[in-house]
């Protein structure tokens, strides 16, 4: 069979089967699943693995538990279905973050776990790249796709339209009942190496002063990741 396709930065479904082979088996929905290729890797695992996306046809690996339905809508599952929940560069796609959270809060049961990924526009590079040119990293606004051409462009964060902040991830997973547990990424990036490290040394001396509590605000991750990984506890 051809490998399936990766819809994520380089690492990135390495590092969330990383998270997920921590916790104890049970059932996951993934979604979006894309061709499936993450699904594999964590049914491997032991978990018993559900495939939701918007376009059933587009998923490859047929496990017999793939369901088709649209993020931004409400979810065709009752309430604590599911031990966890994945979702991997799925939250920038969608109009409605707030709504998309609430719904993975209502399916993951009590002391589940959400696993949720999306490009990091905080980085120094991202800051800098909207500094010079009025984008953000991963977010240049090209002209809409048809959705049956979204799986075929290369460039797949043309349909990239809600750049989410730690600060708004943080407020919407608390408001929706879930506590961070760690924040993880792929990788480091950094460009600009020249005026890098002053950049840097700024923006933590400006930062620490309004949010001299949060672990995460000024760390590495969030400076120089190139997506973020968020793992939290349903409470």
């Known amino acids: ?47 018993k693995l559900f495939l939701g996306d918007i376009q059933r046809e587009n998923i490859l690996y047929r496990n017999g538990r793939c369901i088709q339905f649209d993020l931004n809508k409400s979810f065709p599952f009752k309430d604590g279905t599911f031990d966890y929940v994945v ?17 993975f809060a209502r399916l ?11 490009p990091n526009v905080m980085t120094i590079k991202s800051r800098l790249k909207f500094l010079f040119y009025g984008y953000l990293d991963f977010f240049e606004y090209y002209d809409p ?13 043309q349909q990239h339209i809600n750049p989410i902040f730690y600060a708004e991830m943080k ?28 950049i840097k040394w700024l923006v933590r001396k400006k930062t620490k002063k309004i949010f001299p509590m949060d672990p995460y605000f000024v760390s590495d991750t969030i400076l120089e990741g190139q997506i973020l990984i968020f793992i939290a506890k349903h409470l």
């Open 108 to 118: 993951v049961r009590r002391d589940g776990y959400l696993v949720i990924t999306t």
């Open 171 to 198: 407020l919407i997973l608390e408001k929706c009942g879930f506590k961070i547990c760690r924040v993880e990424t792929n990788k480091k990036v950094k460009k600009w190496k020249s005026i890098y490290p002053f």
């Open 145 to 157: 796709l048809l959705p049956e051409e979204r799986n075929k462009t290369e460039v797949y964060y």
């Open 1 to 47: 069979m051809e490998s399936l396709r990766r819809y994520s930065g380089k690492g990135v479904h390495e590092k969330v089967s990383e998270c997920v082979k921590e916790f104890m088996r049970g059932t996951i929905l993934d979604a979006p699943s894309g061709q499936g290729a993450l699904s594999e890797d964590i049914e491997a695992l032991g978990f």
């Open 87 to 103: 979702c991997v560069e799925g939250i920038e796609h969608i109009e409605n973050p707030h709504h998309l959270i609430k719904e």
